[in-house]
């Protein structure tokens, strides 16, 4: 990786990665500042991340919430809200439950389940709203060992499911059918 400028880096690769885009935009490539992470320590930083976003975390609660609060310097600029709290909802009838009563504003998949979102368009005041997202849902091979390391194997596998029909088999499903075939460094 070479950095170009504050606000830029470049990737040298050694071959092409198709879905680095979606590596970049998981958990695993947050931006935070090393002097924090060496100063503080991992354990530190699970309960009091720092990161580049137009909120900062005010109370982290493991298992119920997490409170964050506008950050006013932010790149972007402020964010529209002055506070969000995520609540940590596992069972999903108790999240269409507390949609319902408007006891919360949102509800992010997965908690509910594709079957309860016609439940959800049929309540009053809760609606469901689709927009792109880079959600991914995907079966991943092991390229690196096994019958799957051969490109061969993993190109008949893919050509042999019929993903459409599966989307189409989901009700309430918005996805996208889009394939890649990984390259053997992407699971490394």
Not at 1 to 14: A, G, K, Q, R, W
Request: aromatic share 6%; hydrophobic share 40%; proline share 9%.
């Amino acid at each position: 990786m070479e950095v170009i400028d504050d606000y830029t880096v470049d990737f040298h690769l050694n071959e092409p990665d198709p879905v680095l885009l979606t590596k970049l935009a998981g958990y695993g490539a947050m931006i935070v500042p090393p002097e924090y992470l060496a100063e503080h320590g991992d354990d530190h930083f699970n309960t009091h991340p720092v990161g580049t976003g137009p909120f900062k975390v005010v109370e982290y609660n493991p298992r119920e919430d997490v409170q964050l609060e506008a950050f006013a310097d932010h790149w972007g600029g402020a964010p529209k809200l002055d506070e969000v709290t995520y609540r940590f909802i596992s069972e999903p009838s108790t999240a269409v439950a507390e949609l319902q009563a408007g006891r919360v504003d949102i509800v992010i998949p997965p908690t509910i389940p594709i079957g309860m979102i016609d439940t959800i368009n049929n309540h009053d005041g809760a609606s469901i709203v689709s927009v792109p997202s880079p959600t991914v849902e995907a079966i991943r091979f092991n390229t690196q060992s096994g019958i799957t390391a051969d490109e061969r194997v993993r190109k008949a596998m893919i050509m042999a499911v019929d993903r459409q029909a599966i989307i189409d088999a989901i009700p309430g499903w918005r996805g996208r059918n889009d394939c890649q075939l990984p390259g053997r460094s992407v699971l490394r």
